[in-house]
């Protein structure tokens, strides 16, 4: 799809072009006729508002299962709305402007369920002001209804300000509807903070890839590429384990939570810039302990070779926060969750700033490489390639875009090919032999 400058719009630091929305609505089993156009709420938000014609009902929740197929979690309309025909002006053209105002709720894939709790009506609440919504069921899909991986951590933010209880992301991420939230937040107030730093980004795949956490520390940072890669691979998305006592307990954590996700060989690891140097690490105790890793992926991920000493992280770290413009955007607003992202992130480069990868290992090694830039020039002394730190293949790929945007559109999509074929390849290689 080829749009025009004028077709563009940006919503929360995005820019969509509506044309190619309206494409994708129109490639959908069923719908005559499509429109999309922006909407400002009373909260000020810009939300993406469809409207179309269809030979028969068919549901919001329908609309969007079908569409988060095609398209990423920003570009798919908050609302939609059946029309039996779309207003014309006397030109012939869709007058906009006469266009509905979408109903105060969304309609759902599943039926109306109200909360029934005391913790559901509170949830109901919540999820409401998060999503600008005026009516969301028990049983409804958080992202089906417009969420996206920022307004999920806002939206775990909300409850633990509110309640002082904290729902880990991943079971919310794994089950989102507010039944489940509440039944979360019972089992958190009977048996204190619970909750895991693994969560599976996506449903479908011929193999698992685990995926080691950029510089945020957080594996929601693979969400879209989850989404590219999905019937491809299931990817896992780690977060960083900020409460290990040491480096051992660390590794082995992550190496407990590898096998009883797939307790048997060979594993597929990836990293995402220090997420590399991480990965590689995991890769080593694997290996130690006797399980074959097949391979490593490391986009845009060198090798360091020396302790980086660092009196003070804060500054940096702010600079990375404030240069996602959704995530500081949403930050700003709330300093109780911009903490606790500051504090994971602390604890990460803390790690970091001694690790040195040494050895060898006998996993092929993929390393993507994102275009130079200036900000990203390597230090010869401390950094260097993978080459030299396995004793399996070493394959170089080019990506598309500087290191800071490789995952993020427009360059996603084709860096996401990249990808698709290196899995395909692993995939070859593990059938011959076995």
Same mark, same amino acid.
């Given at each position: 799809?080829?749009?025009?400058?004028?077709?563009?719009?940006?919503?929360?630091?995005?820019?969509?072009?509506?044309?190619?929305?309206?494409?994708?609505?129109?490639?959908?089993?069923?719908?005559?006729?499509?429109?999309?156009?922006?909407?400002?709420?009373?909260?000020?938000?810009?939300?993406?508002?469809?409207?179309?014609?269809?030979?028969?009902?068919?549901?919001? +929740?329908?609309?969007?299962?079908?569409?988060?197929?095609?398209?990423?979690?920003?570009?798919?309309?908050?609302? *939609?709305?059946?029309?039996?025909?779309?207003?014309?002006?006397?030109?012939?053209?869709?007058?906009?402007?006469?266009?509905?105002?979408?109903?105060?709720?969304?309609? !759902?894939?599943? #039926?109306?369920?109200?909360?029934?709790?005391?913790?559901?009506?509170?949830?109901?609440?919540?999820?409401?002001?998060?999503? +600008?919504?005026?009516?969301?069921?028990?049983?409804?899909?958080?992202? #089906?209804?417009?969420?996206?991986?920022?307004?999920?951590?806002?939206?775990?933010?909300?409850?633990?300000?509110?309640?002082?209880?904290?729902?880990?992301?991943?079971?919310? *991420?794994?089950?989102?509807?507010?039944?489940?939230?509440?039944?979360?937040?019972?089992?958190?107030?009977?048996?204190?903070?619970?909750?895991?730093?693994?969560?599976?980004?996506?449903?479908?795949?011929?193999?698992?890839?685990?995926? *080691?956490?950029?510089?945020?520390?957080?594996?929601?940072?693979?969400?879209?590429?989850?989404?590219?890669?999905?019937?491809?691979?299931?990817?896992?998305?780690?977060?960083?384990?900020?409460?290990?006592?040491?480096?051992?307990?660390?590794?082995?954590?992550?190496?407990?939570?590898?096998? !009883?996700?797939?307790?048997?060989?060979?594993?597929?690891?990836?990293?995402?810039?220090?997420?590399?140097?991480?990965?590689?690490?995991?890769?080593?105790?694997?290996?130690?302990?006797?399980?074959?890793?097949?391979?490593?992926?490391?986009?845009?991920?060198?090798?360091?070779?020396?302790?980086?000493?660092?009196?003070?992280?804060?500054?940096?770290?702010?600079?990375?926060?404030?240069?996602?413009?959704?995530?500081?955007?949403?930050?700003?607003?709330?300093?109780?969750?911009?903490?606790?992202?500051?504090?994971?992130?602390?604890?990460?480069?803390?790690?970091?700033?001694?690790?040195?990868?040494?050895?060898?290992?006998?996993?092929?090694?993929?390393?993507?490489?994102?275009?130079?830039?200036?900000?990203?020039?390597?230090?010869?002394?401390?950094?260097?390639?993978?080459?030299?730190?396995?004793? +399996?293949?070493?394959?170089?790929?080019?990506?598309?875009?500087?290191?800071?945007?490789?995952?993020?559109?427009?360059?996603?999509?084709?860096?996401?090919?990249?990808?698709?074929?290196?899995?395909?390849?692993?995939?070859?290689?593990?059938?011959?032999?076995?």
């Amino acid at each position: 799809y080829v749009g025009r400058i004028d077709d563009q719009v940006k919503i929360r630091g995005y820019r969509i072009e509506l044309g190619e929305v309206e494409a994708h609505l129109l490639d959908l089993e069923a719908i005559q006729e499509a429109v999309v156009i922006v909407r400002e709420e009373s909260d000020g938000q810009k939300r993406l508002c469809a409207y179309y014609v269809a030979g028969r009902p068919i549901t919001a +929740g329908e609309m969007r299962i079908a569409l988060a197929q095609e398209l990423p979690g920003y570009m798919l309309p908050s609302y *939609f709305v059946q029309l039996d025909k779309l207003p014309l002006s006397p030109n012939g053209k869709v007058n906009r402007k006469a266009l509905p105002a979408p109903e105060l709720h969304v309609q !759902a894939a599943s #039926e109306y369920v109200a909360p029934r709790t005391p913790q559901e009506v509170l949830l109901a609440h919540i999820w409401r002001e998060v999503l +600008g919504l005026g009516q969301v069921g028990v049983k409804d899909n958080f992202f #089906e209804l417009g969420g996206h991986s920022l307004s999920l951590m806002k939206l775990v933010e909300r409850v633990y300000t509110e309640t002082e209880v904290e729902i880990p992301i991943h079971s919310v *991420f794994r089950e989102p509807t507010i039944e489940a939230m509440a039944y979360e937040m019972l089992k958190s107030e009977l048996a204190g903070k619970a909750g895991n730093h693994f969560m599976k980004l996506n449903e479908n795949g011929h193999i698992p890839v685990f995926c *080691f956490p950029p510089g945020l520390g957080y594996g929601l940072s693979y969400l879209e590429l989850a989404k590219q890669l999905d019937h491809h691979c299931i990817l896992h998305g780690i977060d960083f384990i900020d409460d290990a006592d040491t480096r051992e307990e660390l590794l082995e954590r992550y190496v407990d939570a590898i096998l !009883a996700v797939q307790p048997q060989p060979p594993f597929v690891l990836l990293g995402y810039s220090l997420g590399g140097n991480l990965t590689f690490e995991v890769a080593k105790a694997l290996e130690s302990r006797g399980y074959p890793v097949s391979d490593v992926i490391m986009i845009d991920s060198l090798r360091k070779l020396k302790v980086h000493e660092v009196d003070e992280f804060d500054g940096d770290i702010d600079q990375m926060i404030d240069g996602v413009e959704e995530l500081k955007e949403m930050l700003v607003h709330h300093p109780l969750l911009r903490d606790q992202v500051k504090n994971k992130m602390r604890a990460y480069w803390s790690y970091a700033t001694e690790l040195v990868n040494s050895d060898i290992i006998d996993a092929n090694i993929h390393a993507l490489m994102a275009e130079p830039s200036e900000v990203n020039q390597a230090d010869g002394e401390q950094l260097a390639t993978w080459q030299e730190a396995t004793r +399996g293949r070493y394959v170089e790929y080019n990506l598309r875009g500087v290191h800071e945007d490789v995952l993020q559109p427009p360059f996603l999509e084709a860096n996401a090919n990249v990808m698709q074929a290196i899995i395909r390849h692993i995939l070859e290689q593990t059938m011959v032999t076995h």
